[in-house]
């Protein structure tokens, strides 16, 4: 099956590229929902910082997703010389390019990111977590219908909150990536000799939070509650049974599931698994915990970096190091607290309103409810209407069974091009280099014995390989395996303890998978180029975290 039957035609000048970091497979009408949100915060984003990017355009073709980045301005045409004169005058007469280059200059000056930190910290947060738990704990299988897609309401409304409140966080960010571009022009060091500097710098990453930290601290103290976390029961009984403990355990476990267990596993897509549904994930999770074996930065990794920076620049570097380390945990924690775990509680409604579509026979499977919309929903719980059990089994097969390697990478035809950094004033231009990396392109040839992606986390290790094409495929994950997928998410932490190396097919070293690898210690390539078509699931293989280099072994 393919599909050449539909047609993939640009929604608009320009280019127009898929997400494969966040949107690998067809999205459902939930996911669409959030969409004006999520451009939302990033025009709020990039706008507080002075950027002269001013968001994305964001277009559902055929339920896959394709992105265009907005820019407040673009190249005029012409020579160099003519373009930047052509430049210079647009900026003239535009108060508000004059105006982001003010807010740049002032980002950079001030630091803006510690005061959006200290929000997060004190304000964001809080109120998000808050509004998550009071929706946790409004248990669904209580709920009248009217009330269900009340609930399914609200948590689709907080969704978008967090969406857009993430994305306004992006700029953070900048705090990592001004160490490593100045590290990078004092010393001469290379991005993978500064990527050491940043293992531990995100415990959030690794699992190390608070709720964890309060239960294992409680199960060193109880030898028989240890004892029900290594029992003989199913994983399910085992965890309800830590839960209902009395004292310091139960407390603590129910505070933890209450906290993580609604993470959803899988991407970005809330209607894909959250941890809860998986109980043995958490225990593994729980087992981790207690080990306290947590990545910790080389102090010798340091020096070798520090020794290399001109005496003029050692206290900026010094500065922007204590920034870069202290702010990391943001981008993990934006997922972890903002969208994850309202995704899943989003999920757990739809999936009671499944159960009860399916019990009045008008859904085939509980799962099929997934694809309706919030209208949708409501139309078949509380009307005589909504789609047909066929039509949701339909789009169900659909977003099961293709993935953004069936469509084209790209559409259009480029209309604009960034401007020269060199024609911007001191801070816009600092803004304009930073830069990630990138997923290699498709017509980029490689054999399918080597593969070569960008370095993540050192080391070598050799096992066998576990393709994870979604959230079906979590039960094969063996100790010891390594993971080929096509991008992963903070809400991995689950997963990672039971592997040995990860490799992506998106992503460059700033990536999640990157980040979380570092945390964990496990070797790690990213950006690697169809790995996903050119290594067999059960493939013995060998992942060099030092060199990039992926090897089929047999």
């Known amino acids: 099956m393919d599909l050449s039957h539909l047609k993939f035609e640009a929604p608009g000048p320009g280019v127009w590229g898929t997400d494969g970091q966040h949107t690998y497979r067809p999205i459902t009408a939930m996911k669409m929902a959030t969409y004006p949100s999520m451009s939302s915060g990033m025009r709020i984003g990039s706008s507080r910082y002075g950027m002269l990017q001013d968001g994305a355009r964001i277009v559902v073709l055929h339920r896959f997703v394709y992105l265009q980045s907005r820019m407040l301005v673009s190249r005029p045409p012409g020579p160099q010389e003519v373009a930047e004169k052509r430049f210079q005058a647009l900026v003239a007469a535009n108060p508000e390019v004059q105006e982001r280059f003010q807010r740049a200059e002032q980002a950079l000056t001030t630091k803006r990111w510690r005061k959006d930190v200290e929000h997060w910290d004190n304000i964001g947060r809080p109120w998000i977590m808050g509004r998550t738990l009071e929706l946790t704990d409004a248990e669904p299988a209580n709920l009248g219908d009217e009330e269900l897609c009340l609930h399914i309401d609200e948590c689709l409304h907080h969704l978008g909150r967090t969406n857009e409140y993430h994305h306004i966080l992006n700029q953070i960010g900048i705090s990592r990536s001004l160490f490593f571009f100045r590290a990078t022009e004092w010393s001469g060091c290379t991005s993978k000799e500064l990527e050491p500097l940043m293992v531990g710098s995100s415990p959030i990453s690794a699992g190390d939070e608070p709720e964890l930290r309060a239960l294992t601290e409680a199960l060193h103290?109880?030898?028989?509650?240890?004892?029900?976390?290594?029992?003989?029961?199913?994983?399910?009984?085992?965890?309800d049974a830590l839960c209902a403990r009395e004292g310091a355990v139960g407390k603590a476990a129910k505070e933890f599931v209450r906290v993580v267990g609604y993470r959803t596993i899988i991407g970005w897509e809330p209607m894909e698994p959250y941890i809860l549904e998986r109980p043995g994930d958490l225990l593994v999770k729980i087992r981790h915990g207690l080990t306290g074996d947590y990545a910790k930065m080389n102090p010798d990794d340091l020096a070798r970096v520090r020794d290399k920076v001109p005496d003029k620049h050692r206290a900026e570097f010094d500065e922007l190091f204590e920034d870069a380390r202290k702010f990391s945990r943001i981008k993990d924690e934006r997922d972890i607290y903002c969208n994850m775990p309202i995704s899943g509680l989003l999920r757990r409604g739809v999936i009671e309103a499944g159960r009860r579509a399916h019990e009045r026979g008008k859904i085939d499977h509980v799962e099929h409810m997934t694809e309706a919309s919030a209208g949708e929903v409501r139309q078949m719980l509380l009307e005589d209407g909504g789609p047909t059990a066929k039509q949701l089994e339909e789009r169900y097969d659909y977003r099961a069974t293709y993935s953004i390697r069936d469509i084209p990478e790209t559409l259009g035809e480029p209309d604009q091009f960034p401007i020269e950094p060199e024609w911007l004033p001191g801070a816009s231009r600092t803004l304009a280099l930073l830069s990630g990396g990138r997923r290699a392109p498709r017509d980029q040839k490689q054999d399918t014995v080597g593969l070569t992606g960008s370095v993540a986390s050192p080391g070598v290790y050799e096992g066998t390989a576990r393709i994870l094409e979604g959230?079906?495929?979590?039960?094969r994950i063996e100790q010891g395996d390594v993971l080929i997928t096509t991008a992963t998410n903070p809400a991995f932490n689950v997963v990672l303890p039971q592997l040995g190396?990860?490799?992506?097919?998106y992503g460059g070293i700033l990536c999640h998978a990157a980040i979380i690898a570092r945390e964990f210690g496990l070797p790690a390539v990213v950006g690697c180029k169809d790995v996903m078509e050119k290594i067999n699931d059960g493939d013995r293989v060998r992942v060099d975290g030092d060199t990039g280099e992926v090897t089929v072994l047999s």
């Open 501 to 505: 190396a990860i490799v992506t097919e």
């Open 471 to 475: 959230s079906k495929d979590l039960g």
């Open 221 to 239: 103290r109880d030898e028989a509650a240890l004892a029900v976390l290594e029992g003989d029961d199913n994983e399910e009984e085992r965890l």
